[in-house]
């Protein structure tokens, strides 16, 4: 069991998962968090049944069947990045209210600087107003270890445990030591045959409960041995860290000895205890949060009158964005260092779609199709397609959250932009766009609603697609007309009549579905490469 | 020792494979590794880097601090020039010449090389004419990997056993040709690092 394993902090957390007895995993895939669900669904006990592993139609339908899971008494963990955080936040907050039976652990990963984000908020600010456990690892073995330790928690205080993780932890290797395994629960259903009930009668009383708990997850987070209060001599500054802030701060000494007294939290509600003593001890504070300066603001309180606390607030760090071992040398007084500045004939490359990406022949069509009416008029959403937006396309307006195209498309014709576009991939569509769907069909919108079928979720590395071959069927199942449905095939062999389609639907005055269907080359290659092993290696069974 | 390096490269050009090898020699001489590595929208087409710290004592941060990384390992041209900020003055630059040109406002070729032989520290050469000269035109990345081994601090026989663990199953000839491809890069670098 002491053999160090090489993992990303999200394959910590899958492994951890893993050998915590954990029954069950689901999520949806989003960038930070994909690869925790992947490593576990590539598991032995995974491919063999022991564990449920996959993916969900979204956030808040894996969150639901994760607390229906925990509800049975067996160990169920969910995993999505932050903003599927807010899709899921109805199940999630009502989750602490409720309580866990089964350990239930929701991981969400955040991306502050916004690698591959639309915004860069911070899970614990909703894990706050959930009133749960907030675990938050400094690093790849504390991300297993808190797996373990979130469990035995959730399991001991019947309470849903939130751990929030960032990218660099996320999608950083390190060596990680395993713990002994554990084995999965059996079925036990709650003692409290209400406590799933949440009747205002019931929702009253386990709320009242759940404030109560409050101060008992404070004392876990004193005794957990996750927060560190080390002393140092040198008081003018005491320094409070929050999560991967910890590793900048000593990456700038690198003799690992720190002149000043030092606050490491990772478990939240904060110990009273461990500020008061770093508070009381030192001059002035400096929080170095990776995220919101949540722990900064309580700290200074709304009037600043106690004493000086640097941070995000006062400048000393900047507003926004991730730390680095850099901006923490600055707080902290110290040098700045800098190799040379990039030469300017150093071109940016942004991403792009594939060569022969089907999306590009979609839009392609698109643009001339509308090149009648004036610009503004197409409202996209999230996935490869949203690249769209860039030279040399330029074909779309707006790409705001999962959904959201067909949505502001039907407000747009509400408002009279006749016709008004809505461009939506797939697993997108099933994400979220089917709901809408139904708003635009109820109230016969005139929207032409293109559902960029590729197969696959392609943005986060070609995760299977829920709405997989039954995208027809949804759309005249919540009432489409047939007669205003077509599937195209999106290659320039079909340019023209792709075009006339086009035409023809924009000028209808309800509501027709556009489904350009040509598999992501990504996911078609993947195939072809794995359809030759199989020829390749004679088959084990 | 430390050694803090950036690779460098296109989403899809397969940099990690390189941090994978010199992952498993350093783990195999046991000593501390973290590797920072891009996932997700970067991937399509866009520039890529990764962070692979190694050291024998305990590594702190996953980023490499600005103007302290050791080498930049790059497998193409204008993308060895992204990351000079991090690099540290007495730092290496060693890159891959041939170009991968996927945008309009792609740098000439003659500035592109004056700015990098402009920069004290460095080994060029063209890998993937290297690898193919080889007769494994897939083996470019060895090849730069190859070219790095001089500053690495970590024995060549270690990097050899790396590659014959890494590519072991894909049999004898791949192996043999990637462990010729490592051995080029390296002896045009001995040769050039003077
Ligand atoms: C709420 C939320 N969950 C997850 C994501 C991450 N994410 C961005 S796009 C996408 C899926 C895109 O799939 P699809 O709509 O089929 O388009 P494709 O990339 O295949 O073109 C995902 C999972 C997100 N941005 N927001
Ligand atoms: S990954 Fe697939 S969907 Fe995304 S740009 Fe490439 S081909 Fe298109």
């Not at chain 1, 900064?296 to 009037?303: A, C």
Request: aromatic fraction near 6%; charged fraction near 20%.
């Amino acid at each position: 069991m002491d053999q160090k394993l090489m993992l990303l902090g999200d394959e910590a957390i899958a492994q951890a998962a893993i050998d915590a007895g954990m029954s069950g995993i689901y999520a949806y895939p989003g960038t930070p968090s994909t690869e925790i669900t992947e490593y576990v669904m590539q598991s032995k006990e995974a491919r063999s049944g022991q564990i449920r592993a996959g993916w969900s139609t979204n956030e808040k339908t894996a969150m639901e069947s994760a607390l229906g899971m925990s509800y049975t008494g067996k160990r169920a963990m969910v995993c999505m990045k932050h903003v599927g955080l807010n899709v899921a936040a109805d199940p999630f907050i009502n989750s602490a209210i409720t309580g866990a039976n089964g350990g239930l652990i929701i991981v969400s990963a955040d991306d502050p600087s916004m690698h591959s984000s639309q915004n860069e908020q911070d899970s614990r600010v909703l894990g706050k107003f959930a009133l749960m456990p907030v675990l938050e690892p400094t690093n790849q073995q504390n991300a297993y270890d808190m797996v373990h330790y979130g469990f035995e928690m959730s399991e001991k205080l019947g309470v849903p445990v939130l751990m929030r993780i960032t990218t660099r932890l996320a999608h950083s290797r390190a060596g990680v030591i395993r713990k002994e395994s554990r084995k999965q629960n059996e079925i036990n259903l709650p003692k409290d045959s209400g406590q799933f009930i949440l009747l205002p009668a019931i929702a009253r009383r386990q709320y009242k409960e759940l404030l109560k708990k409050q101060e008992i997850f404070e004392s876990w987070s004193l005794t957990s041995g996750f927060n560190v209060f080390t002393d140092g001599d040198n008081k003018s500054l005491g320094v409070i860290t929050t999560g991967i802030a910890h590793n900048y701060l000593f990456e700038n000494y690198p003799d690992r000895h720190i002149p000043y007294p030092v606050l490491k939290v990772a478990q939240y509600p904060v110990p009273k205890a461990l500020v008061e003593k770093i508070y009381n001890s030192c001059d002035a504070i400096l929080v170095l949060e990776e995220g919101y300066p949540i722990l900064e603001e309580s700290l200074r309180g709304f009037l600043n009158l106690g004493k000086t606390i640097h941070g995000r607030l006062d400048g000393t760090v900047p507003r926004e964005g991730e730390l680095n071992p850099n901006i923490v040398a600055v707080a902290l007084g110290m040098e700045d260092t800098h190799g040379k500045d990039i030469p300017s004939i150093v071109a940016s490359r942004p991403p792009s779609l594939c060569k022969g990406c089907p999306h590009i022949y979609s839009y392609n069509a698109l643009t001339e199709a509308l090149s009648k009416w004036s610009k503004g008029r197409v409202f996209s959403d999230i996935g490869c397609y949203t690249l769209g937006a860039l030279d040399p396309f330029d074909a779309i307006n707006t790409c705001v959250d999962m959904g959201a195209s067909i949505t502001m498309a039907k407000g747009a014709a509400d408002a009279g932009l006749l016709p008004a576009v809505a461009v939506i991939g797939d697993s997108t569509f099933a994400h979220s766009g089917i709901t809408g769907l139904i708003d635009c069909v109820k109230e016969k919108s005139q929207v032409t609603i293109m559902i960029l079928d590729n197969e696959t979720t392609a943005m986060t590395g070609g995760q299977d697609s829920s709405a997989f071959g039954r995208i027809e069927d949804i759309c005249t199942g919540v009432g489409v007309s047939k007669d205003h449905i077509f599937v195209l095939n999106p290659s320039p062999k079909y340019h023209q009549e792709n075009l006339a389609i086009l035409k023809q639907e924009l000028d209808y005055q309800g509501v027709s579905v556009i489904i350009p269907r040509r598999e992501c080359i990504q996911t078609a290659l993947k195939h072809i490469k794995e359809n030759k092993k199989a020829e390749s290696v004679p088959s084990e069974n | 020792m430390k050694r803090d390096i950036i690779l460098a490269g296109v989403g899809g050009q397969g940099i990690l494979s390189i941090a994978t090898t010199i992952g498993a020699a350093a783990l195999n001489t046991g000593l501390h590794l973290k590797q920072a590595e891009v996932h997700g929208m970067s991937q399509r087409g866009g520039d890529v880097s990764s962070n692979l710290r190694i050291a024998d004592h305990e590594i702190a941060s996953d980023l490499i601090p600005y103007g302290k990384a050791d080498l930049i390992i790059s497998v193409e041209p204008m993308e060895s020039l992204r990351y000079l900020p991090l690099l540290s003055p007495g730092g290496w630059l060693i890159t891959n010449t041939k170009p991968f040109i996927n945008i309009t406002d792609y740098p000439k070729m003659e500035d592109l090389m004056a700015e990098i032989e402009n920069f004290g520290n460095h080994i060029a050469l063209d890998a993937d004419q290297v690898a193919k000269d080889l007769g494994s035109a897939r083996s470019a990345n060895m090849v730069i990997l190859g070219a790095a081994s001089p500053f690495l601090g970590i024995d060549f026989s270690e990097l050899q056993d790396a590659v014959r663990r890494i590519f072991g199953r894909k049999g004898d000839e791949i192996v043999k040709l990637n462990l010729d491809a490592l051995q080029a890069g390296r002896d045009y670098a001995l040769a050039h690092k003077n």
